[in-house]
């Protein structure tokens, strides 16, 4: 037994030694190397069949114990890789030592050994208990400043008409009858299958959230198939299915709802967008295309819009076949004064002079094109002339949009001119309106005002989530109608939506430049830094900040550290490794924000995910067959000097390099801005293990917030797009998580709540699947009501 813990040692220790010099070698702590050498010793010692080497790897972890505490200080997470495996060993070498001195002749003298061997494996079990208990939890006692229900909110009663409820995005409802007091006897009260399955090896992902008007749900499948559903019961009433094809990216977040005057023929109808470039009105009551909107109930999006198709040595100039899927809808069609308005998905990072970025406004009831938005060409206000397109490689609007009816005003969360990651050949608007909210005027689409959240941005920190408008406290008794944008540098900024001034200050702060060796690249020396409110999921990265599931793959992670480029947020690309913190993903990302208006608070989901990104010069990025898009992996670039690759920063293990929590969900007072509480974002349970399945383990790590929250009128917040299967109920002034429902499968869209025909209040979400996860891709769509 002794010569078997010394081969363990001997392994570890081996690899702790090789693995500590190099870190050491790179500047890094001196811990992993010296502990490595100090358990070689011990297991020459082992082998000898002498106590002494137990006696020494125990030393060495009474001198971990210090350590440990001295980096990670009371952070749980930061201290189980530091601390679990030691523990565990130690307590093996404490039971093996009465036996040890047995074997030299001494007296065993086994109590004290025996006693702090059960004490160390006390010890470890607790540690593994206490994973089962929320950390980095943040409770305040932020007193509640009351606020007022909007008129828009007001008007929409139950009815659920947009994708964060009305217009002004806050997925907030006035439904009271579930309330923190019952809300602990919800349970299932229909369920519906819709047959249109979220299938991820065809790139469909099911991100939404259904419309409620009147007694009936309306969901849109990713592939963009529309079926209708008794509110109340779940029955099926109608489906639509517009044989969409598209190679890439298929979701259907949204959809819109309008009711057009008295005595239209076509009636209330619901408008949808396709990931083909269509847009589609429907009979609401029927579910067939109104015949007097566009052609038979059907507008052709790619008119004007030139798509490309990328091969080897592409001539960004030339004019070629349209390519399904270079630009697609996938949060689809905003109403607001009789007019749709939409923007549109952009692959990304494949080539320059991909499709256009521009904005387009319909008639809500004809299809006819009322104005377009063309930020690289404002003289064309609705189609280009003929044979020309609209501007090509714009930054584009793929998150939802919002509307002020009352303002008339849209505003517009901007994408970036693709390719994402280098910017020495963007043009001038490129840079001015690329992570720039933008402000439009609702009835001719001319510009009112825009604010940039980044400058010359070459880390894809493009603005992933609807505004909300937001009467918020001004401090003086009285009230601002702000536009607050998240964004996934965890940044949030609150600005007048009638002018785009910030309400809560912005300055500029210096920021890394390049090392020099990027061609043709230039950089901002400042970025916007909105400091009177809290920034979230984006804090400074150092070499103790570093994790692992072990003590092995936290000093891989660490030897990674030191071995990239890391300056801090913004570090500039490179060839390079260089870590960007927030990755690409945020930060915040399209889940959006809740916000209570009657207790001023906002809530948000976060995802904490560092990547590793890097630039290929052009002559080493070798075949470039596989033009699939994706957010992750290599990216060809073309038509740049670079290509392009990007990967989560994560162990050999697979486990993120980064102390949990990897995800958070967060209230923040809008009266005060400071942050109200916070809860890790569901736990490990669920997440795949490999040929293994899932894991059943429920670790309230934190995972990465995969979708947004609805807020209600009784205090309560619902969320089910955790990774793993639960739909959860919090209390939106303490954060108490007060009751959750175990869903068959992974949810990633908002849920949403209304009063039904019956009388009952539900909560209803889809469940088709969680991202990153290949099992239970369903088709469910789900309603929690109190019992009758």
């Known amino acids: 037994m002794l010569w078997a813990f010394g081969l363990l040692l001997a392994v570890v220790g081996l690899v702790l030694a090789a693995g500590g010099a190099y870190l050491i070698r790179l500047g890094g702590s001196w811990y992993y190397g010296i502990a490595g050498v100090l358990m070689l010793a011990s297991a020459a010692l082992c082998f000898k069949g002498r106590s002494a080497g137990l006696k020494l790897f125990l030393a060495l972890v009474a001198g971990t114990v210090p350590w440990a505490f ?16 030691p523990v565990f060993m130690a307590a093996l070498a404490l039971l093996l030592l009465p036996a040890a001195r047995r074997h030299e002749g001494k007296p065993a003298r086994a109590l004290g050994p025996r006693l702090g061997g059960l004490g160390m494996l006390t010890i470890f079990a607790g540690f593994l208990g206490l994973m089962f208990v929320p950390h980095n939890v943040v409770q305040t006692d932020l007193p509640i400043v009351p606020g007022q229900v909007s008129d828009a909110t007001a008007a929409s009663g139950e009815s659920w008409l947009s994708w964060g409820k009305t217009g002004e995005g806050t997925r907030f409802s006035t439904a009271a009858q579930i309330t923190p007091e019952n809300v602990g006897e919800l349970e ?3 369920t519906a299958r819709t047959g249109f399955v979220a299938n991820q090896s065809e790139d469909k992902q099911d ?5 409620y008007v009147d007694g009936t749900l309306y969901q849109c499948a990713a592939a963009s198939q529309v079926t209708a559903l008794d509110g109340s019961t779940g029955e099926i009433k109608w489906q639509y299915d517009p044989k969409g094809t598209s190679p890439l990216w298929k979701r259907c977040r949204t959809m819109g709802y309008y009711a057009p005057p008295a005595g239209d023929a076509c009636g209330p109808r619901i408008v949808m967008s396709t990931t083909d470039m269509r847009l589609i009105s429907l009979k609401a009551e029927t579910g067939e295309p109104c015949e007097s909107f566009g052609d038979k109930g059907v507008v052709d999006l790619s008119v004007g819009m030139t798509q490309i198709v990328p091969q080897g040595d592409l001539d960004p100039t030339a004019e070629v076949s349209p390519l399904p899927g270079f630009l697609a809808q996938t949060t689809g069609p905003f109403i607001g004064r009789d007019k749709i308005v939409l923007g549109g998905w952009v692959a990304d990072n494949i080539s320059v002079g991909e499709p256009s970025g521009a904005v387009r406004a319909f008639n809500a009831l004809t299809g006819e094109l009322d104005w377009a938005w063309d930020l690289g060409n404002p003289e064309i206000t609705k189609l280009p002339p003929e044979g020309e397109s609209y501007t090509k490689g714009t930054p584009n609007v793929w998150s939802g949009i919002a509307i002020d009816e009352e303002l008339g005003m849209v505003y517009l969360p901007m ?24 402000a439009l005027n609702l009835d001719d689409g001319r510009e009112a005002w825009h ?4 400058h010359h941005d070459i880390w894809d920190y493009d603005l992933p989530a609807q505004p909300a408008l937001a009467d918020i ?8 109608k702000a536009v607050i944008q998240i964004t996934k540098r965890g940044q949030i900024f609150v600005l007048d939506r009638r002018t785009g001034e910030p309400l809560k200050r912005v300055v500029e702060k210096p920021v890394p430049v390049s090392d020099g060796k990027i061609e043709g690249e230039y950089y901002s020396e400042t970025q916007p830094y909105s400091v009177e409110m809290p920034t979230i999921a984006a ?24 071995s990239y480029r890391y300056e801090g947020e913004f570090t500039p690309q490179s060839t390079q490794k260089t870590i960007m913190n927030p990755g690409n993903g945020g930060g915040f990302n399209w889940a959006s924000v809740s916000y209570d208006q009657t207790r001023n608070r906002m809530l948000v989901v976060d995802m904490r995910m560092p990547t590793v990104s890097w630039l290929i010069p052009r002559d080493e990025y070798g075949q470039t067959e596989d033009l699939v898009m994706n957010s992750h992996g290599r990216s060809p670039q073309f038509g740049l000097p670079y290509g392009h690759d990007l990967h989560n920063f994560m162990s050999p293990l697979g486990v993120p390099c980064i102390t949990p929590p990897w995800g958070m969900i967060s209230a923040i007072d809008l009266a005060t801005g400071e942050i109200a509480w916070q809860q890790p974002a569901g736990t490990s349970e669920d997440t795949p293990l490999g040929t293994l399945g899932k894991s059943p383990l429920k670790a309230q790590i934190g995972m990465p917030g995969m979708a947004g929250l609805v807020t209600t009128g009784a205090g309560l917040a619902f969320h089910s797009g955790t990774q793993d299967y639960y ?17 068959p499968s992974g949810s990633q869209a908002a849920p949403l709540t209304y009063i039904g025909k019956d009388g009952r209040q539900y909560v209803v979400l889809t469940a088709g699947g969680a991202r990153y996860n290949p099992f239970d891709q369903a088709d469910w769509i789900i309603a929690y009501a109190l019992p009758k």
């Open 70 to 85: 001295w980096e990670a200080g009371l952070d749980f997470w930061a201290l189980v890789p530091r601390l679990v495996a």
């Open 188 to 190: 299932v009260a229909w």
């Open 207 to 211: 991100q939404n959230t259904p419309l």
């Open 415 to 438: 994408g970036n001119a693709t390719p994402d990651y280098y910017g020495g050949q963007r043009r001038g608007f490129d840079d001015e309106y690329g992570a720039a909210l933008v």
């Open 451 to 454: 604010f940039s959240t980044v």
């Open 473 to 480: 406290p001004d401090g003086k008794g009285g009230t601002d």
């Open 539 to 562: 804090d400074l990265l150092t070499e103790k900040t570093m994790w692992g599931a072990t003590p092995i793959d936290q000093m891989l992670c660490r030897i990674m550290f030191k």
């Open 727 to 743: 739909l959860r109920a919090y209390d939106t002034e303490t954060g108490d998580i007060l009751w959750k429902g175990r869903l």
